[in-house]
């Protein structure tokens, strides 16, 4: 496992370090973001959009548990706050071997969809309003990445 420690001082910056994960990401790839409420989870989310090139406005899937978006790859959405104690097939995992990314916010509430290899990231908002993000990375593909955002 390698890891990985960033900060960034404003939503623009959580963007773009998003754009950036999302022009090196690969189809197959499962991200995780874990963080308190406002850690910038669907920011990060947003600048990860951009970066697959997909130009619809993206928002948080609390309510619908689930959105996908077209782009350079197909962008599987999945919130899973609402998931804690659910303990039923609801037949997400078969995107996690789609030809798209998915990233699952608050993973903790769906350890079953959790994939061996993944690129985890927990998300702490600091007290001056930065924010830092901790990559665990599980696996190639998800240390290359790494590589490229150090």
Not at 37 to 52: E, P, S
Not at 113 to 136: A, C, M, W
Request: aromatic share 8%; glycine share 10%.
């Amino acid at each position: 496992m390698k890891d990985l420690r960033l900060i960034t001082k404003s939503a623009d910056e959580t963007r773009e370090l998003g754009s950036k994960i999302g022009k090196h990401s690969e189809a197959g790839m499962v991200i995780l973001l874990d963080g308190d409420l406002g850690a910038g989870k669907t920011c990060l989310t947003q600048g990860i959009a951009k970066g697959l090139d997909i130009n619809r406005s993206v928002t948080s899937p609390t309510f619908t548990i689930q959105k996908i978006y077209y782009g350079r790859l197909l962008l599987n959405h999945i919130d899973a706050y609402r998931l804690e104690g659910v303990h039923q097939d609801l037949g997400f995992d078969e995107y996690l071997n789609d030809e798209g990314l998915t990233v699952i916010e608050w993973s903790q509430f769906s350890p079953d969809l959790v994939p061996e290899e993944h690129l985890k990231i927990s998300i702490q908002l600091l007290e001056n309003g930065d924010r830092e993000f901790t990559f665990y990375a599980i696996g190639k593909q998800y240390e290359d990445l790494l590589g490229v955002l150090a």
